[in-house]
């Protein structure tokens, strides 16, 4: 016999079919959660095998995807290259890290890193320790929260090395640098972009380094050139060129007692305490303390409780500025003393010009009062003044002048490295502008 349904026993039906579903979706999601997570540990554990396992040559491809990882990665072999699908395809996050201070620690030469994404470590994203011949592409480290003081120090970060080059990558978020290459030597950084980082790019201690064609914006400082004391080496003989610097003005958001954090929100380009430095060709603007600023160790606030080494030279020597394009800035200087300077001189509405100093000579080395020709910053670069804070004196004697800073310095020759076949495809047109 044929059974009719009536209404109320529909209603009763569909109702049933209703729980019965509803009772099966939170199974579903926890079932699917379970599997993205026995998912992501055996892509940590593969990987971690890998870096192990790698040999002289050999090449571990990142598939594309977001991948969770919970520990820091380690590589210790030569002659190995890391490969993702794309920096918008891979990406390695360790948001919810629980071991190892860095994302990816490398101790290795002939090393290449390209085409992915690392998010959100604990501590430094990507770090390379002592290696030679490293090649970095294509390659992004950020913090994903935005800038906070509990992200980590550095993104890009290769330290005591040699023969290094960085291009077509970016780094967001840095609590300190995002781009950062220190007490190394033969160093390119090139086509890359630094963004909401306190430095955006920073060179520290390095010799022989060639920054350009780089993008720094909203970051506290846009490109540093720094010399600390007390490390394994003094740095000099670096080129900012051809690089757009723009809207630096972030609020310094470094850790207490970081060298950067000293560095004050809207510098365009800085030199600090560093030698034989060629700016020339960039567009620089909107820096609201300075387009650029040349300072020595004195002005900074990282004084070291150990004392600094007898070698340390706090002094910059040798800072030649030229053809460069400077557009606004200088209108709002962070801190109360360059505030009130810049009201003194300039007026409520005025702003300082683009390259400021902070004045401090060495008395040692000056002839009749005079530095040294060799030593001296030298700026050709059109109408564009040099303010003299005269930080000696906390101010008192400013000076605004053009004249006194227009001499020239030899030029630094390109940098060169093995790895990099067009070495010499893309010279540098690194001679003085008219005017």
Partial sequence: MRKFVTPVSLAVLSLAMLLSACSKTPDAGADAAKTSSADDAAFQKNLQEQLLDAKAGSVIDIPAGKHHLTSGLTLRVHGVTIRGAGMEKTILSFKDQASGPEGLLVYANDFTIENLTIEDTKGDGLKINDGQNITIRGVRVQWTGGPNVTNGAYGIYPVKTTNVLIEDSAAIGASDAGIYVGQSKNVIVRRNRAEQNVAGIEIENTIDADVYENTATNNTGGILVFNMPNLSQAGYGTRVYKNKVFANNLGNFAAKGAAVASVPAG??????????????????????????????????????????????????????????????????????????????????????????????????????GAIPAGDRLCVQNGDVTVLNVDGPNKYKNPTNDAAAYRCELPKLKPVTIPQLSDNSAKPADNAPAKG
């Fill in 267 to 368: 510098s365009g380009i800085v030199v600090n305490s560093n030698s034989k430095v060629e700016i020339f060709d960039n567009d620089v603007s909107d820096s609201k303390t300075a387009n650029v600023i040349i300072s020595s160790y004195f002005s900074t606030g990282y004084f070291s409780d150990k004392g600094v080494s007898k070698d340390y030279d706090p002094y910059p020597r040798a800072i030649y500025v030229y053809g460069n394009r400077f557009k606004g800035g200088g209108d709002s200087p962070d801190g109360l003393d360059l505030k009130a300077l810049k009201i003194a001189m300039f007026g409520l509405n005025g702003h300082f010009p683009d390259v400021i100093w902070d004045g401090y000579v060495d008395t040692k080395t000056a002839v009749n």
